[in-house]
């Protein structure tokens, strides 16, 4: 598989879905809006509240995975890539993802203290499409 394909049918995808690892060590699965921001198939940044459930989670544990896919009238596309989550709260990362229309979730604005990035490092991935899977590791 192709690394700009995959990176390319990622950017197309509007809902990505996060794993953490909850305190018992079963996995937990969330929807979410798209990354904000990536850097090939190695960095994802998403933004949440630092009061969430999901950010305790991956600081206590951050191994983490992302998946995104689509599915089409005749053909199904996944991508699954695993690594691990950082939860980042200082003022660069946190101006470099952020939006306008944010101030409707932090108040604050971008110095909100419940608004934090997640960046997520990918180490290696699975791409699914046509009855075809391929396992791939990500370059550093």
């Not at 049918?9 to 699965?29: L, T």
């Not at 991508?79 to 952020?98: A, H, N, S, Y």
């Not at 979730?105 to 608004?115: E, I, L, N, R």
Request: glycine fraction near 6%; aromatic fraction near 14%.
């Amino acid at each position: 598989m192709q690394e700009e394909k995959i990176v390319k049918f990622i950017k197309k995808q509007k809902v990505a879905f996060i794993c953490s690892v909850d305190e018992a060590g079963f996995p937990n699965i969330k929807a979410m809006l798209k990354p904000r921001k990536t850097f090939g198939l190695r960095e994802f940044y998403f933004s949440t509240n630092t009061s969430s459930m999901r950010v305790k989670q991956y600081l206590n544990n951050p191994n983490a995975s992302i998946y995104f896919y689509h599915k089409g009238i005749v053909r199904y596309e996944g991508v699954m890539l695993t690594g691990t989550m950082e939860v980042l709260t200082d003022p660069v990362t946190k101006e470099m993802i952020w939006r306008k229309g944010d101030t409707m979730f932090y108040k604050q604005g971008v110095t909100d203290p419940d608004y934090c990035v997640l960046k997520f490092t990918a180490t290696k991935g699975r791409y699914y499409c046509d009855l075809k899977t391929e396992s791939f590791e990500v370059k550093a």
